[in-house]
């Protein structure tokens, strides 16, 4: 089974759009969104809109949340204060939309006669805004999966694919799970300013007990920065906010 896992699209049409048109190529089975359609830049309704008709399942981000505490109408503050700006800008009917989201998506494979558990969270599964970095203690990101019971824990947020492997089995017996960081379609974060996705391949003969047994490839694509970024000087978002497109910073 091919799934294809992607977040924090951030209204950036353009660079989902490109996206779209990939997985198209790719064909996956399952196609997976774990958060974030809105802020950052100004098609925030028109990404909502081409989620709901390819019928990505999606769940809620850090920034999808906001809009609960803004109202959709456009204030009249400068560009440097105007910092809800991209959350006005998404609809009433969007807004019902981002509001009913799930937190959480559990899929559960059974393979060679044992079950193999798939989480898929925004930030992680214990708050929606933390920060689960590469770099963090193998410690910490066992007790993690341990105990929310993920063989593969997906998420996103901070914008850096990543692929890590950690071992919790214990007296010879190897129990390996996955954690799997999907990078960002719409503000890449890690230099590489192309959007990103990822496909994560399981097979009938995967277990837990091999550390080869999922397969992921992080997708990168080509698409109009300079649309993106134009689009964000011209409006009441801070100019800031185009230059992190532009440097994928």
């Not at 799934?3 to 064909?27: G, M, R, T, Y």
């Not at 993920?150 to 799970?177: K, Q, T």
Request: hydrophobic share 40%; charged share 25%; aromatic share 8%.
């Amino acid at each position: 089974m091919k799934i294809a896992l992607l977040s924090d699209i951030h209204a950036n049409l353009p660079a989902f759009e490109a996206v779209l048109e990939d997985l198209e190529k790719q064909q996956p089975d399952a196609v997976y969104c774990l958060g974030d359609l809105v802020g950052y830049n100004v098609w925030p309704n028109q990404v909502i809109s081409l989620v709901r008709k390819h019928g990505i399942a999606t769940i809620a981000g850090n920034h999808d949340l906001k809009v609960s505490k803004i109202l959709p109408s456009v204030g009249e503050c400068s560009k440097e204060e105007n910092s809800d700006y991209a959350y006005k800008l998404v609809g009433n009917k969007e807004r019902d939309f981002l509001l009913t989201l799930p937190r959480h998506l559990r899929l559960e494979f059974q393979l060679n006669d044992q079950p193999l558990h798939m989480l898929l969270v925004h930030g992680s599964p214990r708050r929606i805004n933390e920060y689960l970095l590469q770099e963090l203690p193998e410690q910490y990101m066992l007790e993690l999966v341990k105990e929310f019971k993920a063989d593969i824990l997906c998420f996103g947020h901070s914008h850096r694919p990543y692929h890590r492997v950690i071992n919790s089995g214990e007296n010879g017996i190897d129990h390996f799970h996955h954690l799997v960081n999907t990078g960002s379609v719409g503000k890449p974060k890690d230099g590489d300013v192309r959007a990103c996705y990822v496909l994560i391949m399981i097979d009938q003969m995967a277990s837990i007990k091999s550390k080869d047994a999922v397969r992921v490839e992080f997708i990168r694509v080509k698409y109009d920065v300079e649309k993106a970024a134009q689009a964000v000087e011209l409006s009441l978002l801070p100019d800031a906010l185009a230059d992190n497109l532009r440097k994928a910073y």
